[in-house]
């Protein structure tokens, strides 16, 4: 009877479950607020942080899968501190609160994380060092003054055991040693015990007072420094492998930070290094087919932009383009002085990447090539809109852009398989190059030039790459 009681008190109790979401909110803008739920944030080997953010819009957007509406998108994403990459592992479509629409697992690349972007913000709030408990600041402390003072009793029983040895081996005054032995010492500094001065006859005048080898240590000639052990420290940060000694250097695409070098200043862009299907390439000697049309489905939109350091990146939303069955959304544009690609030899002054994402995490890069000639109202709009400063994302209440506008007339293309132009250089990415080039005046070339004189990355190995070339 006593268990069953017992029984169904338990049953009334409450499971225990994981801890509930704690969301904090780090960012809020027009239309959307963005948050991270600090009970997610796991730490992990090497540097990376998984945690779980979510965007809240204040208006529904309809899932073009579900054909449901959504007003909350959460993301479990896993972040690399040291090289700012991220990966999204998985995406919950939410009505509310609590009601899901859908929910997808994503096996995408690791990609460089953007300045001012919802991961750049979450990055920043997950790659803080944790901050130590007041308890824990004094437990350290308590152990340094603890090996501190284990130290100097070291020092002083060494101090006093050499001091005996001394006095040992000094045959000549084994009777005054026996006294001092027996004698209280003096408190006094530099002043012998009684029994010492009474059995030691007064010194000259003009002769020093005998110094203690306890309290006084001898003046003698410091010992020259020895030399570091083969392997030590020392030389390990002297002769260091090529990736510590880029350790504090960011890529760029000259100097020391340069494309040769890339793979030597962080690890994670071996591929950059040792990859086989890397790019730009020459394009050239293409096997000329009848290629599926590209549908665009560019719209109107505001924009984001920003000068990153490295180029001119733009943000639009609510674009996309469908190749073979998939749709891949325009994430972000940016632009290259000059053209990365090469065409039978031949490179442009400039070029635009467009770089889509498909729901798997598969990237699709279309490339406009940028020839000289009349000035181009789309570029134009953006070279007004440029921030003043770098890394300083600017949102422009008034212009709205298509990307429509930049494509050329003529969508015919070339298209091979390859990766990212910049660190970490991952590879599987489809790359959609435009055969008709687009112009923009020498003025609008020159705009760019001031900022970015080259940010091409060289001409890689086409290693027999099939490539194709609409006909």
Request: net charge positive; hydrophobic share 35%.
């Amino acid at each position: 009877m006593r268990l069953l009681t017992i029984a169904a008190l338990l049953a009334t109790l409450p499971w225990c479950a994981a801890a509930a979401p704690t969301w904090q909110t780090i960012s809020s803008e027009p239309g959307k607020r963005i948050e991270l739920d600090r009970t997610s944030i796991k730490r992990e080997d090497g540097g990376k942080v998984q945690a779980q953010g979510r965007v809240i819009l204040e208006k529904e957007i309809v899932d073009a899968k579900s054909g449901a509406g959504y007003r909350v998108i959460e993301a479990i994403t896993r972040y690399d501190c040291g090289s700012r990459n991220a990966s999204t592992i998985k995406r919950i479509y939410k009505k509310n609160e609590s009601e899901v629409v859908r929910e997808e697992e994503i096996k995408g690349a690791e990609l460089p994380v953007r300045t001012g972007t919802l991961d750049d913000k979450v990055l920043r709030e997950v790659c803080r060092p944790a901050k130590e408990s007041v308890t824990e600041v004094a437990q350290k402390a308590n152990e340094a003054t603890s090996q501190l003072k284990e130290a100097n009793e070291a020092m002083i029983k060494k101090d006093l055991a050499k001091s005996g040895a001394m006095k040992a081996s000094d045959t000549s005054h084994a009777p005054a040693a026996k006294a001092e032995q027996a004698a209280p010492i003096s408190i006094k500094p530099n002043l012998k015990p009684p029994a010492e001065a009474a059995h030691e006859p007064a010194p000259p005048k003009a002769a020093p007072p005998k110094a203690s080898h306890v309290v006084v240590h001898s003046s003698s000639p410091a010992k020259p420094a020895k030399q570091a052990k083969t392997g030590g420290y020392m030389l390990e940060l002297a002769h260091s492998e090529p990736a510590l000694q880029h350790a504090h250097i960011h890529w760029s695409y000259d100097g020391e930070g340069g494309p040769d070098n890339w793979a030597k200043i962080d690890p994670k862009n071996k591929t950059c290094a040792i990859g086989q299907r890397q790019s730009p390439i020459d394009i050239k000697e293409g096997i000329k087919v009848d290629l599926e049309q590209i549908k665009f489905s560019y719209r109107p939109s505001t924009f984001r932009i920003i000068d990153n350091g490295h180029t001119v990146q733009v943000a639009v939303g609510d674009s996309s383009i469908s190749l073979t069955g998939k749709t891949y959304e325009l994430v972000q544009f940016h632009f290259h002085r000059p053209s990365e690609e090469k065409v039978n030899g031949q490179r442009f002054d400039m070029v635009v990447h467009l770089v889509h994402k498909s729901d798997e995490g598969q990237l699709a890069v279309v490339a406009v090539l940028l020839e000289r000639g009349s000035e181009n109202p789309f570029i134009q709009t953006l070279w007004n809109n440029m921030p003043l400063e770098k890394n300083v994302e600017v949102s422009p209440p008034g212009p709205v852009i298509n990307p429509a506008n930049l494509l050329p007339s003529d969508q015919n293309y070339y298209t091979y398989m390859g990766s990212l132009t910049t660190p970490p250089c991952t590879e599987g990415v489809l790359w959609l190059v435009m055969k008709q080039p687009v112009q923009v005046s020498p003025e609008q070339i020159n705009i760019f030039s001031r900022l970015y004189r080259n940010n091409a990355r060289p001409i890689q190995p086409a290693s027999s790459r099939m490539i194709k070339e609409g006909r």
